[in-house]
């Protein structure tokens, strides 16, 4: 059992910076694959970035490519998500998943993952 959350979240303008934290509970944590995604209003939720289980390799979804970070420490327990060079369409709730895998393989569905936080609110101002 990992439970997840989130911090870190905010209002913020465009072309600024927010950093998320996601901490989690559990003895294995540094089993799991873990990813952040986003669901805006009306939308499906969608992945943004994922991170092997020993952060060798990490993946980001095209939007966000060059301007966020993912990045883990399995010692605290701890990811996170370095948000810079923000956009309004950046604007969304972000959760942070875990998925039970050692593979390094990015994991873009929302259904492959074991765990999800509750969530963080970014609302990023034009």
């Known amino acids: 059992q990992v439970q997840l959350v989130e911090s870190g979240g905010g209002l913020v303008q465009a072309g600024g910076s927010l950093r998320l934290s996601c901490a989690a509970s559990?003895?294995?944590?540094?089993?799991?694959?873990m990813g952040w995604f986003r669901q805006a209003p009306g939308k499906e939720r969608e992945t943004v970035a994922g991170?092997?289980?020993?952060?060798?390799?990490?993946y980001y979804a095209d939007s966000v490519k060059g301007r966020f970070t993912i990045s883990r420490d399995n010692a605290k327990n701890t990811v996170w998500l370095q948000m810079n060079s923000l956009k309004p369409e950046d604007t969304a709730v972000y959760y942070c998943?875990?998925?039970?895998?050692?593979?390094?393989?990015?994991?873009?569905?929302?259904?492959?993952?074991?765990?999800w936080g509750q969530g963080t609110q970014v609302t990023v101002s034009s």
């Open positions: 991170i092997s289980w020993r952060g060798g390799r990490t």
């Open positions: 559990g003895r294995t944590f540094s089993s799991y694959f």
């Open positions: 998943a875990a998925k039970n895998s050692k593979f390094s393989y990015y994991y873009e569905s929302q259904y492959e993952y074991d765990y």
